[in-house]
């Protein structure tokens, strides 16, 4: 059955994308151009070789995106860590040892340089064999020069092939995707707001917006964007994206749970509230693009400060909450429903402004303009724009400090790498193979983060590279030494290779390879069929060397360590929620666990685009991994704002209240501990756990209890807003193993 499935889910064999053949027709072109130059117009057969291989590694192997210019731009900035890389080969070439541990060297600083950002990653494979090709024999230090020529010939020539053919247009950029997803929850919030004055929608506009919010606020999940396009550097822009894409995905439950409890009961305070959130999510919208005004929080803050003190005026002066009588509307919704509507709608609302501004916030940030002073009090510290008072040369200092750790992805892929070629080149070197520098572009092409995946890779490779191997002999014996035959040709069988290996996968693009590479080496010495059979022994040392490094160095890849990470994030996560309820009911003070979760919330973020990037059978997916990041980011999110909202002690004001919610708080640290503990024992999907279910049901009493008119004593209404974040928690906390919608109110 799995092997069927298996088979089905593989991808078929279509035609190439046009944008595949035209990043093949500029890198054919830049690198027959600077090879033919060299090889036979000034007779330079070392500077042919490195001005082709520059070009392929960077504009076949390496993945620049972008607009052309900025993909032009990109590949002019890698010319002195090129001419770096190439020196630094030629000079440790004289032993093998030597390069070995240049090799390891190079490979670790390349590798781990990726978590500085994607564009780094896509860079990394392209800028290894530019170390790779001089480390091997000859070693002939005075034939640098001429190999730098040809690699800054190769790079320029593929740098002015991005501009002049076929240029690219910039592709949807993030900033793009933040803007309609703003958009679309500032439209489903101008709803919320008619609703809660009372306004009915016209029929289908609440569940044609709802759809539209969704699949806009499904867009910004990492998984649904290109590698090239994320903002994952460490710089403040990028950082301030993905702040405001959380802050985005934590507002739209909160704008859609004012849209439920309004059809309850109508609050106007709460409807200019929403209309308020609304603007600031247009003017968010406006404000990410750059070529939009820099938003601003002024009017929101404004609206925050009347709403919170007209409700704290109201919830003090009334004997009930917002004035809620005891009679129920017929035909709307149930009565605990109705008796909670005002208290949970008016915290709802609150939540979602501060969520607008909040992304009004990021927005500024990601446009580099002025963000006052930050206003986190001094045991709540560091605050969630604690990187825009920060210099960059530090944000990337702590980004890599950070990473050094065995727990990080980046660490991990970085040493696995490293071992991996210098192994291979120790190998290649001590047997004497003929080209052994098939052998590190084996191992570095066909390496895969699990063992899994890279045994997967061999079969097609070696499959590829047998065939392509077969081809090449017959050519050469049937051919002989006639060099015009092979540089005619070299284009079109280059420009084969580089399309129809991407879209046809690696089975397709090792063969056409080995018949390239042949062309090229069959035009600088004499060659005859022995270089197929070198190529081929080569391709499958070095992917045996890459299996074994996969098996000896985190085997499993990515997704025994998401598991691992992401319940170390929900118990991060249970701890940050009991600690924020502790200082808010004045039962103690902050420590340190806000930070933890926050911190471990970007490492499992990490650890899961790891885990998007490995083949894997989708049954054997476990839970829902976007649903547990999701769980943790709106741990940290609440609990900031609450801190943010709530004076310390005045979520409760007797030693009751207190209780109640350090109570409830446990509950809830309880259910996220038991889903951690679920998660590592790979427990199977289904429903929630009871665990989920008590403690959603002891919470919803406690605001049937804040809003009773019939009550003896009503809690603060600071508590309120405790239970109902706890309350979404769990409703988040669900969603990890149950695809089912979350119980309403």
Request: hydrophobic share 50%; proline share 7%.
């Amino acid at each position: 059955m799995r092997r069927s499935r298996g088979r089905a889910e593989q991808p078929r064999r279509t035609r190439p994308d046009a944008t595949v053949v035209h990043r093949a027709v500029r890198v054919t072109l830049a690198a027959c151009a600077g090879f033919y130059t060299f090889r036979y117009g000034l007779h330079r057969p070392v500077s042919a070789t490195y001005a082709l291989f520059a070009a392929v590694a960077l504009g076949a192997l390496a993945r620049v995106e972008g607009a052309a210019r900025a993909r032009a731009r990109t590949i002019l900035w890698t010319l002195p860590v090129a001419w770096g890389l190439v020196c630094l080969g030629t000079v440790l070439a004289v032993r093998d040892w030597a390069a070995a541990l240049g090799m390891v060297g190079v490979g670790f600083a390349v590798s781990y340089g990726t978590v500085g950002g994607p564009r780094l990653m896509g860079l990394a494979t392209g800028l290894q064999l530019l170390y790779i090709l001089p480390c091997f024999p000859p070693y002939s230090p005075d034939t640098l020069p001429q190999r730098l020529l040809g690699v800054t010939a190769g790079l320029l020539l593929l740098a002015a092939a991005e501009l002049l053919l076929w240029p690219e247009p910039a592709p949807p950029d993030y900033r793009s995707r933040l803007s309609r997803a703003a958009a679309a929850l500032a439209d489903l919030a101008d709803l919320a707001a008619d609703a809660c004055a009372g306004r009915a929608a016209a029929a289908g506009a609440v569940t044609e917006a709802a759809d539209r919010c969704r699949t806009h606020l499904d867009a910004l999940r990492f998984s649904r964007v290109p590698l090239m396009e994320r903002p994952a550097s460490a710089g403040a822009v990028d950082r301030a994206l993905t702040h405001c894409a959380v802050a985005l995905r934590y507002t739209g439950p909160q704008v859609h749970r004012v849209l439920l409890l309004a059809r309850a009961r109508p609050h106007p305070a709460a409807a200019r509230l929403t209309a308020a959130t609304a603007r600031a999510l247009r003017a968010a919208a406006a404000g990410v693009l750059r070529t939009g005004p820099v938003p601003e929080t002024g009017q929101v803050d404004r609206e925050l400060t009347v709403f919170d003190t007209g409700r704290a005026a109201d919830w003090s002066a009334d004997g009930v909450a917002h004035g809620a009588d005891s009679s129920e509307p017929e035909g709307r919704e149930p009565e605990g429903l109705v008796h909670r509507a005002r208290p949970v709608l008016g915290t709802a609302a609150l939540d979602a402004a501060e969520g607008a501004r909040f992304a009004v916030r990021a927005a500024r940030v990601s446009r580099h303009a002025a963000l006052p002073p930050d206003e986190t009090p001094a045991d709540q510290r560091p605050g969630p724009f604690w990187y825009a008072y920060d210099p960059a040369p530090l944000l990337w200092w702590r980004r890599f400090r950070a990473n050094l750790t065995p727990h990080s992805v980046a660490f991990q892929n970085a040493l696995r790498t490293a071992l991996a070629l210098g192994a291979a080149r120790l190998i290649a070197g001590t047997l004497d193979l003929s080209h052994g520098f098939w052998v590190l572009l084996a191992t570095l092409t066909l390496m895969r983060t699990s063992a899994a995946d890279t045994r997967m890779t061999l079969r097609p490779a070696l499959i590829g590279t047998t065939v392509g191997a077969a081809t090449t002999a017959a050519l050469l014996l049937g051919v002989g030494e006639r060099p015009l035959v092979y540089a005619l040709a070299l284009p079109p069988m280059m420009l084969i290779a580089f399309s129809a290996g991407p879209a046809f996968g690696p089975a397709w693009g090792q063969g056409l390879f080995t018949v390239v590479v042949a062309l090229v080496f069959t035009q600088l010495a004499p060659a005859g069929w022995r270089l197929a059979e070198a190529r081929l022994v080569n391709v499958a040392a070095g992917a045996t060397i890459g299996i074994l490094a996969g098996l000896c160095a985190w085997p499993r890849g990515g997704g025994q360590d998401l598991r691992r990470r992401a319940a170390g994030m929900l118990d991060d996560s249970a701890e940050a929620l009991r600690e924020t309820v502790v200082v808010v009911t004045g039962s103690g003070p902050a420590a340190d666990a806000l930070h933890r979760a926050r911190r471990s919330a970007l490492l499992t973020e990490a650890m899961y685009a790891q885990y998007r990037s490995e083949r894997h059978d989708p049954a054997e997916d476990g839970p829902n991994w976007q649903a547990a990041l999701l769980t943790g980011q709106h741990t940290v999110r609440g609990a900031e704002l609450l801190l943010a909202r709530v004076p310390p002690g005045t979520a409760a004001t007797h030693p009751d209240d207190a209780k109640a919610l350090l109570r409830h708080a446990d509950d809830v640290t309880a259910a996220f501990r038991r889903q951690a503990t679920a998660l590592r024992a790979r427990e199977p999907a289904g429903t929630a756990h009871p665990a989920l279910t008590r403690a959603r049901a002891a919470l919803t009493a406690e605001l049937d209890r804040a809003a009773d008119p019939r009550g003896d004593r009503r809690i603060p209404l600071h508590a309120v807003d405790v239970a109902v974040w706890l309350t979404g928690l769990l409703d988040d906390l669900q969603q990890i193993h149950d695809d089912r919608p979350p119980p309403p109110g």
